[in-house]
């Protein structure tokens, strides 16, 4: 397993990160330890959570249920010193979290305590704003998304103000480096370079949804990433499983997202069919598993500092890892160059 640093912080993370999203409406508290335990054993020492998990589906019944598995873990085990912990900040829209309120100083307050006790730890290692207040692009928002109607301001005093208040957490102890994730160039600069001007914590990573179907990271955040250190965090590196192939010709195993989620947030639309096809048949010339390749493509991104990855079975989630093995050739990349060329966006 290799490791990275995440931004400028020195705290080394390997570059496989489990995610945990299921853990509590697909999976089950034992088989969570069960998954935690084998990550470890594997190398893997950065796991990545959020208040708002699982969210397969999001509900008020289930929110929470994964970081207090996660801390009923580090209770039972005592290895809370062998992970680097991730989680995340909720942002506005949904009232059974802080009455749907926005992200602003007093949420953060409040969700960093509460997250430190069903976490049943005494420190965060990286703290993230889940999504902007502000709108963005992401999970299929590009499509209609309008920055024109943004207050420009507010914007930047609501950026001002979530760093102050992440600022007192780390003084406190509570937290060790702060991190984005649904966020654009424009935002992450600005967090940097208010930061900068203030003297408060400095973005280490921004958490963004990267795959083989969906390279957006690739253009102004790759620049961003290079020039200030600011590393990326893959959420959804199989596109929510689709580049396995197990949804192709409308299947939809039993117990997988698709048969529960419908349309994978956007994903499972006809436009991604052919160029799934296309790799899933690259892969399996040069015998390949789909799954492995498409993990093993995200880690040779030069601005990757970790690829989160998700299962809900121990099969599922010993392929994933062992893709920090798999080495691909010139020729896979190529193809890949040449699929991606031809079906730049699909989702």
């Known amino acids: 397993m290799n490791f990275k640093t995440l931004g400028r912080t020195g705290i080394k993370v390997s570059q496989i990160c489990l995610g945990t999203m299921t853990w509590g409406s697909q999976n089950s508290e034992a088989e969570a330890f069960q998954q935690m335990d084998y990550a470890l054993d594997q190398g893997v020492n950065f796991f990545d959570t959020a208040e708002l998990y699982p969210t397969t589906p999001v509900s008020p019944e289930t929110y929470t ?3 207090k ?8 085990t005592g290895n809370r010193d062998k992970v680097v912990l991730a989680t995340k900040v909720a942002g506005a829209g949904r009232p059974y ?3 749907g309120a926005p992200i602003n100083a007093e949420t953060i307050r409040q969700a960093v305590d509460a997250s430190l006790s069903r976490l049943k730890t005494d420190y965060i290692d990286l703290y993230q704003i889940h ?10 928002g590009a499509w209609n998304y309008n920055p ?9 005093d609501e ?3 979530k760093l102050d208040a992440l600022g007192d957490c780390v003084k406190a102890g509570k937290i060790r480096a702060i991190g984005l994730s649904n966020e654009t160039a424009w935002g992450t600069q600005n967090f940097l370079t208010i930061a900068e001007k203030l003297g408060l914590p400095r973005v280490a990573t921004v958490q963004n949804e990267y795959s083989l179907l969906y390279r957006t990271f690739d253009l102004d955040l790759a620049e961003l990433s290079h020039h200030e250190d600011v590393g990326l965090l893959a959420y959804s590196p199989l596109a ?10 409308g299947g939809k195993p039993a117990g997988s997202r698709g048969s529960i989620n419908g349309d994978l947030g956007g994903r499972l639309v006809p436009h991604q069919e052919p160029v799934t096809r296309a790799y899933v048949e690259l892969a399996r010339r040069h015998d390949l598993d789909p799954t492995q390749m498409a993990l093993a493509f995200c880690l040779t991104r030069p601005f990757m500092t970790s690829v989160i990855i998700g299962a809900t079975s121990m099969e599922q989630l010993k392929l994933n890892i062992g893709a920090a093995d798999v080495v691909l050739s010139d020729e896979v990349m190529r193809g890949i160059f040449d699929i991606h060329r031809q079906y730049p966006m699909p989702i």
């Open 159 to 161: 950026i001002t103000e």
């Open 65 to 67: 249920d994964t970081e």
């Open 240 to 249: 929510a499983g689709i580049l396995s192939g197990k949804y192709l010709d």
């Open 131 to 140: 999504w902007p207040n502000r709108g963005h692009y992401h999970f299929r």
């Open 148 to 156: 024109f109607e943004q207050d420009k301001s507010r914007t930047r």
């Open 69 to 76: 598995m996660i801390g009923n873990w580090f209770e039972k």
């Open 97 to 99: 979290i802080r009455n």
